[in-house]
Every structure is written in C-alpha cells, then in structure tokens.
C-alpha cells in the first residue's frame, strides 16, 4: 500500500486530464504509470478521502474543482444520451460518480466535503456572436487560471463558489466584442448581485479573462469615496496585478522608500499573487497601473507615455493578436469623480488616431450610484456630470466595452435605451446568485415562518437570533428618551465585547484568526450629529467598566439568556464556552483589543478632522477591533470586515438608499452566531412608526421575487429568440414594483404588458386601495362577499415546510367552489391602488383568456382560520376571521404577503406537485387540470387609523367594510401555460417600434 504523499501528484494529474474531457475511471488513471506492485487502491482513495477535506489537501481540491464544473456543465458529450441528467442536481453528480467508477464508501465522503454545486446564474440578454470558445479561452490563458488557482489555495474558497465564478464570469465575457474583431462594436450590461456578496470577485475574474481574451485598457470606477476606491485597487493588486507586475518597473533601494506595499502585512507574507518570474518571456502581457494604492488617477507625469501603443508588427492594426498578445495592460482605478475621469479623458484625446483600434473595458462598480443621469431631458440637454464623464469615455473609446455591477439595479433599468450615448444595459442582464457561506437579508428574516407559533426558539427563528429592538433617535427635550438610547447602547457594546470574548475563545482553542473585530453604528447623515454618538458611546464604554467586576454581571446575564442559547443553536461546529467562567479572562483581552489605539471608537465621515485617523480603518493593513460611527461612508461598496454587531436607526425612504446601508450583509465564517442587529423598530401604536426591520423585509421580498422573475422569463424560445430582452426588463419591473417609477425621467419604455401569467404558482395581489379610501374598501368588500360566502366547509390542509427536516403541520380553512367565469366578472369590478392596476390589469386578461379558451372551468376558495385570528360577525356572513397584517411602508403601495405555510395546499390543489403530500388537497385537485385556487382573507384596516398598524382589536363588534381590507392571492392551474412556464404578452404604444422609448404626451 502507497503511502499517500507517494501518489498524490498522480492524483492531480489525474484529476487535470478528466477536467476539460469528462468523467472516466479515476484510478485507472491515477495508476496509469505506477507499477504493478504499488498500485493505488479504493482503500488507498478512501482513506485520503477521510483524512482531508478540500481546504487542506491540493489535490482533493483540484478532484471538488472537477466535481463542481461538471456539476454546472450544459448538455455534456459524457451524459447519457438515453436519459441525460439536468445540471445543478444530485442526479449529475451520480452520474459523474459512476463514470468516475468511485466506490459508495468514497461518493459519501465526498458529497460531505465537495456537495453538489447548486449556484445559478440567471441571464437575460439579446444575441450575441460566439467567439469565446473554449479554444479561445485557453489560447492565452494566464491571468484567468492563476486567479482561479489563487482563490482556491489562498483565499480557501470552496470549489463550488470557483467554479460558479468561472461560469458567471464567461457568461458575461462571451457577450462582450471580441477584442480582435475588425468590426467596431460597444456591449453595455450589467450584472447584478447581493450587498457584500462577492461583486469585485466577479469583475475581477471578468478582468482576468478578458485581458487573456485581448483586452489593454482596463478603466474601473469605483464608488464615489477614496475608501472604497483605495480598497479596491488593493484587491485588484493582490488578487490580479501581482507581484511581478508591482515590482517590474522599480529602481534598486525603491521599494522601502516608495513602493506602496512595502510595509504591507500580505505583502510581507508572500500573499499577493504570483503569474511567474518569466511569463513575459514567454509573450504574456504585462499589467501596468495608471493609479496606486493611495493615488487616484492624475494627469500623466511623463506626458502620454504611459498609454501609448507598441505595435509589434507596424503592417497589423493594435487589435491583431500580432499586436495584442504581448501588448501591455493599462489598469486604472478610478473614483466616479468628475474631475478625475474628465483628467483621464483629457489623457487619452491626443491619441484619438488609435483609440479606435484599442479593445477597452471598462467596469462601474455600483453602478447606480452618481452614473445615471439625472436630469430631465425635456429641461435641459445637459447631463450629470459624472455621467457625461462616462459617456464621453465610450465615446473617445469605440471598442470598450461597459459592464457595470450593483447590487441594487432598478435606476439602471430606467435609463433611457433610445439614447444611444447614455448607459442603458442594452445587450445583456446577468442576476448572480447567493455564494455558499453568505449571510444575506434572508438569513436575517423568517421568510417561511408559520404566524401561529411565537419566535422565541434561536435555533428556528432567525429573528430571536439575531435582531435586537431599539427605539428612534431621542428628541433634544424628552430625558427619558436619552436615557434610553444610552440603556441600549449599552447592550449593543456588552454584545460587542461579550462576541469579541468568545471570537478570543475559539482562536485559543485553534478554530481561526480573527483579524478583525468591529461595531458599526449608523443613526444620521450629517457629521454633527455623527460626533454626538461618538461621546455618548465613548460614555457609556467609559461608565462600563469592561475588565472590572462591576460589569461582570451584565455580561454574564447576557451570555446566559442570549449567547449561550444561540451560540448552541449555531455555531455550525465552532467551540463554544461551557461556562461563563472560561470567557471573563477574555474578557479583559478583547476589551484590551478593542481599545488598543487609546480610543475605542473610530468616526468615519467627510469632516477634515476625522480624516486624518481613517487610515486606522485599513482593513487590508491594519488588525481593527473598533466601534465605527458614520454614515454614507461605511454603505455604498464599502466592506466593513469583522462587523459583528450593527446598530442602525437611520430611516431611508429609497430602498436602494436602505438596501445599501445594510452592511451586516456578507461572510461571517466562523461567527454568524455571534452577529446582532441593533435595529429601529418604533411601536405598533406610534403614528409616525418606523419599523426599519419590515422595511428591510419588504425589500428582501421584492428582490427575492424579482429575481424569480427574471428567471421565469430567461433563455430562448423554440424558435430561438430570446424568451425577454434587456430593453422589456423595465415594464417587467414597473409591473412587479409598481411604486418604482424613473423620476424625473421624460420617456417611458414602449413595451406594454398585455397579459401576464403563471401556471402553479401562488401569486399575492395585495396592492389595495388606500386606508382612508373607505368607499372603495366597502366596494370591493360587497364585490368579495358571494366568494367568502361561498367558503363554508372546514378542512385541514399540511402546511408548507421551509426546510425538509421540520416537523409537519397542518392548518385549518374555510373552502368552496365558484364558477371561473362568475369569478372573472368579480376581479374586474375589484378597486385596486392606481399604481397597481398595471399589475392586475394583464393578470385579469390572463385569467379571462383562461376561460374564454375552456381552460379554466372553476376556482377553489381557501378561507384559513388562523388560531390568532379574531372572530367577528361580516355583514353578510356568520362570524368570520379577521386578522392583523401591516401596510407596508411608503413608497410602497401593499400590504405584507400572504403566510406562507398555506402555499403549498393551494399550489398542489392547482396540479403543481410539492415537497409534501397533502391527501385533502390532492381530493380537491381537478382531473383535468381546469380548477385554479383562491387565498382569500380579511384583515382590520381602520379608515381613521393613520399610519399606525392595525389589529383586529381595533374594529368593532360589528365592522364597518370600510375598515376591512379583503386580500386576495392566485393560483392558475399548472396546465394552464406551456411547459409550466410563466408567460407574458406585449403589445407597444406605438406600432413599429418594438424596443425603443416612447415619449408619453404626459408624464407623472
């Protein structure tokens, strides 16, 4: 028997030569030159499986590589003609498995250590000319497989998540020019990914792969702050740049005086990337960096030596690979700042001869921040001046190509595609989705939660985990107010030092470093009001006397009836303390971290005098265990690494405003259940309530939504055209978010949407007349009444199930049967909020469709009686339940959505088949597939209520229908569109001009 480090490197050779062809017999290859008598085994396979895992062992790595990319591969040659397997699922992998001829003992283990990849990239784009082949992408391949190999040896990535990468980021280069083309042609897309998720990571590798494609101009804009700025270049620097780009062009003796690295932490360790000593050599193109760590980009020293061209054969334009493969890389990193990018301009117009011949890309990261134009076309001609900076770049620049990243895209859909000039995503959408190991807005919410048992278990409810209540800022006259906020300040600093404790604990016990440690703290915008929190959290740190017997008690009654419980229901393998005991020693350490620099809290702001302290925030530089206080600085693209407890108050209106400032998005590896969010939600009787943590729901919802949306209607259709085009995209989101609307923008899009629907699938349509409207609320009560009558049986149904391994529950409702057509007449008479009738309007064609065509003959009714509901006598009907449910907040125009532990009964009863049997549902299904299902319910909604929300308590013993909201969600049958799928149908304003703007002769 071998020992293992004997055939490993057989191992990995064996692995790379499957990885491009295909899955085949593992150990015949692994001993395809060994000899007779020291031939590896499956005992041998199996026993290397069991002692590593894919962090610590390279070539069980490169074999979870392999796993993961045929895991995302599209019609493989190696699948099963006869019956072929669908990507992303366990039936792959089984099939990769049998190929590979692993035994069983070996196929577990590794769907323990390398499970099966299930990240999908949705992409909804125009046609585009093949020409990244897969001979293509390995011709020049260097930049692309180091930082690949980087991610994974260096940074530890799982192979899933790189293998992801690869797929997202070719999706995207694919559909950009080829570089050597002689046909000048500009893409603009965007990709589109979650707060913190990892979006420098994506235009990074798009970065790789395209200069190995041929691109030499590289120009990324970053947000609009020199932090987020510096960070990036950092990132590009270590992860792409690389050490032998960095240290090519200094002088003997340079580099400790002025290399901007040269004390740096990573760059001491041998962290940075490396491509090779001699990869020039052998005719791969070099980066040169036009900005530096802590230089933007200025007018070029040395005149415009740095950006012109060497033509290695003068007979060749710049963009033949002649030319191109050796040519070198111009990288910029710029701020999105008027004068910067006009200086970068400025630069580049003295060699408008050969600008048209250089292949360029240009990346705007959050691009919905200051790039879009603003200003109203019908006022004035002018643009914004940042985004008059970008669209004179593209156009100084025929062959760059503009890809621009956010992770809150709406703005970007609004932008004008009839302006040619201007930055509309014209050739393609790309929607990422969520990393392994990222802790987003849903990890933080109870999305499937059953509204009948309380949320009190932390190992169940992410909210009794994570979210802390707190008040709204105090008023300058109410003392009791003040003394408030200083009491929950000082639980949100215990959370703090309490978490730092235990991140001391599981260091000690050899479970990670952790470099960083920090509190942020976000209640205004202005720097005033920023300095005022600064001295009273300074305070109460003071008045808490960490590391002094006094403030043991607290902390002690806070890890007994916090920490410990959550810590046992999700530290995910992480150690966790037996006793307070053991963290009080700690204790004193972490306090000693935190306080290192004198001062425990670092303001983070625009005031001159803070700014001399910020670079105490360097993440990449320095270790930082601090408390940050500030605002627009620590939302847009800033990471702020370690954050660990988050306290937040500051209301936004804009969702992206609000969506952004959620910086408690990310990777929290080896702490998630450490993480507290300290966030403002106001009373429910307050007339002026503020619930920060609805708000964030409400937006978690929409994008969860919006992205099934958009995977709803991707790829192509049987003749091969697009199933939706960028340029649809915008009515598809004014028709999902109707309160979203391009302010102060003169043209809106042509595309109409006719009719719109959905097979199976239980949709909410919740957009209501407004509370005070009680004439309308009472017409839509009486227009309702023959459908809740109509409900009179009990039944109980298997509620839905968030996740396989909770236990079964069943819910009980009212049910009856109503003709569809009797129903159709019904939903055209409902009255809906104004902005909400372009949302009902194609589902009420779609369902009239239905029954014109014979497809839909009946509709079940589905009452539930909630064990929290009230019952009350309807006019019209015996006593009823009436339940509580908010309005959710302007701009917003709907209430929160239906409970979702009844959509699986109304879906099944549809025809659409789900997780969990349900024999009730099952005997009320229709044979022939012709019987849809209606969630109806009643909630108090009291004319005279104001913006408080509403409980049943709240009505009368008899209710008047104008406080009474009546709720409606529908299901089609899932016979009722092709293939299962969603459809929609368009029609244009004006006939022709199918794609383009068209400018309304009104506009609100």
Not at 334 to 344: E, I, M, S, T, Y
Not at 738 to 767: E, H, I, Q, W
């Amino acid at each position: 028997m071998p020992a293992i480090t004997d055939w490993e490197s057989d191992f990995t050779a064996a692995v790379a030569g499957l990885q491009s062809k295909g899955p085949a017999p593992l150990l015949r290859r692994i001993n395809i030159d060994r000899p007779d008598h020291d031939l590896v085994a499956a005992d041998d396979l199996q026993k290397l499986l069991e002692a590593h895992n894919q962090q610590d062992n390279h070539a069980v790595r490169q074999l979870a590589l392999a796993l993961a990319d045929w895991d995302f591969e599209d019609k493989p040659a190696w699948d099963a003609p006869a019956s072929p397997t669908d990507p992303r699922t366990q039936q792959r992998r089984q099939r990769a498995y049998e190929l590979l001829q692993l035994p069983a003992e070996a196929t577990a283990r590794l769907d323990e250590i390398a499970p099966v990849a299930t990240m999908r990239t949705t992409v909804i784009s125009t046609m585009w000319e093949p020409w990244y082949t897969e001979k293509r992408r390995d011709q020049w391949a260097l930049y692309w497989p180091d930082y690949r190999d980087y991610l994974l040896d260096k940074q530890g990535w799982p192979a899933e998540s790189v293998a992801a990468l690869d797929q997202a980021t070719t999706n995207v280069v694919q559909r950009i020019s080829d570089p050597t083309s002689d046909h000048q042609y500009q893409s603009k897309g965007l990709v589109v990914g979650y707060v913190q998720s990892g979006k420098t990571a994506n235009f990074t590798g798009v970065i790789a792969k395209a200069i190995d494609a041929g691109y030499r101009l590289v120009i990324v804009m970053t947000g609009t702050i020199e932090l987020l700025r510096s960070q990036t270049q950092r990132r590009l620097d270590r992860e792409l740049v690389g050490r032998e780009n960095l240290t090519r062009s200094l002088v003997d003796g340079e580099a400790a005086a002025e290399f901007d690295y040269a004390t740096d932490e990573d760059w001491l360790a041998d962290a940075f990337i490396r491509h090779g000593e001699h990869f020039i050599a052998k005719g791969f193109p070099g980066i040169e960096r036009l900005t530096l760590l802590n230089d933007d980009y200025k007018r070029l020293k040395q005149g415009l030596t740095s950006l012109k061209v060497h033509l290695s054969d003068p007979s060749k334009p710049f963009y033949d690979p002649a030319n191109l493969k050796s040519a070198d890389v111009r990288l910029v990193v710029v701020k999105k700042n008027a004068a910067v990018l006009r200086k970068l301009a400025q630069d580049l117009k003295p060699l408008k001869n050969v600008l048209g011949d250089i292949p360029a890309l240009i990346i705007d990261d959050e691009s919905d921040l200051a790039s879009i134009n603003t200003k109203n076309p019908e006022k004035s001609k002018d643009r914004t001046a940042i985004n008059a900076a970008i669209t004179d770049l593209l156009g100084q620049l025929p062959r760059a190509q503009l890809i621009m990243y956010t992770a809150t895209p709406f703005a970007n859909f609004f932008v004008d595609p009839d302006d040619a000039g201007d930055i509309f995503p014209k050739n393609f959408i790309i929607a990422l989705d969520r990393p392994p190991n990222y802790m987003g807005v849903q990890d933080f919410h109870d999305t499937s939660w059953d509204s009948d048992v309380a949320k009190t278990d932390p190992a169940a409810s992410n909210e009794a985990a994570y979210i802390r209540r707190v008040g709204p800022p105090p008023e300058a006259d109410k003392p009791e107010q003040h003394a408030q906020r200083e009491t929950e300040v000082r639980l949100a600093l215990d959370s703090f030092v309490l978490a730092g404790a235990i991140k001391v604990f599981r260091e000690k016990a050899g479970a990670g470093s952790y470099r960083h440690h920090t509190m942020m703290v976000h209640e205004a915008v202005r720097n005033d009001k920023q300095s005022e929190m600064a001295d009273l959290v300074r305070k109460v740190w003071t008045d808490n006397t960490y590391g002094e017997a006094s403030s043991l008690g607290r902390l002690r009654t806070l890890w007994e009836t916090d920490y410990r419980p959550v810590c046992a229901a999700r530290a995910d393998g992480y150690p966790v303390p037996e006793t307070f005991e053991q963290l009080i020693e700690l204790i004193g350490e972490a306090t000693t971290r935190i306080k290192q620099d004198g001062d425990p809290v670092l303001i983070v702001n625009s005031d001159a005098a803070v700014q001399q302290h910020q670079q105490a925030l360097d993440f990449d530089r320095n270790r930082v265990w601090r408390i940050l206080i500030g605002g627009a600085k620590l939302s847009r693209g800033f990471t702020v690494e370690g954050l660990t407890v988050s306290f937040y108050t500051r209301k936004a209106l804009q969702g992206d405003t609000l969506m952004q400032a959620g910086r408690w998005f990310g990777f929290r590896q080896g702490y998630r259940d450490l993480v507290r969010l300290f966030i403002r939600r106001d009373p429910d009787l307050d007339p002026r309530r503020v619930d920060l943590y609805e708000a964030f729901e409400g937006l978690m919802r929409d994008e969860v939504a919006f992205r099934d949306r958009l995977r709803d209607y991707e790829g192509f259709q049987d003749d091969g055209t697009p199933t939706l085009e960028p340029w649809q995209v915008p009515p598809i989101v004014s028709q999902h978010l109707p309160y979203l609307r391009p302010a102060g923008r003169s043209k809106m899009f042509n595309a109409v949407v006719n009719t719109m629907g959905d097979s199976g699938k239980l949709k909410d349509y919740l957009g209501l007349p407004p509370r005070k409207d009680s004439k309308a609320k009472t017409a839509n009560y009486y227009s309702m009444l023959p459908v809740l009558a109509a409900a009179k049986e009990e039944k109980v149904f298997t509620s839905t199930r968030a996740k396989p391994e909770e236990p079964i529950r069943q819910f009980k409702a009212k049910v009856g049967i109503i003709a569809a057509a009797d129903f159709v007449h019904i939903l055209g008479n409902l009255r809906w909020h104004e902005d909400f009738k372009k949302v009902i309007e194609p589902v009420e064609r779609f369902y009239r469709q239905l029954v014109e065509e014979g497809r839909l003959n009946d509709i079940a009714v589905i009452w539930p009686l909630p064990t929290t509901a009230t019952l009350l006598t309807l006019p019209g009907l015996d006593e009823s339940p009436i339940i509580g449910r908010g309005r959710r907040p302007d701009p917003r125009i709907d209430f929160s959505g239906s409970d979702p532990k009844h959509r699986d009964a109304l879906e099944r009863i549809a025809g659409k088949a789900t997780p969990s049997p349900d024999a009730v549902a099952d005997k009320l299904r229709d044979p022939q597939g012709r019987r849809a299902t209606l969630l109806v319910s009643v909630a108090a909604d009291v004319a005279s209520a104001g913006e408080s929300k509403c409980t049943p308590g709240d009505l009368g013993a008899s209710p008047d229908p104008g406080d009474l909201a009546v709720f409606l969600s529908l299901a089609a049958p899932a016979t009722a569109t092709p293939h299962g799928r969603s459809v929609i149908e368009w029609t244009v304003k004006r006939s022709g001009s199918a794609g383009e703007a068209t400018v309304p002769t009104a506009h609100k």
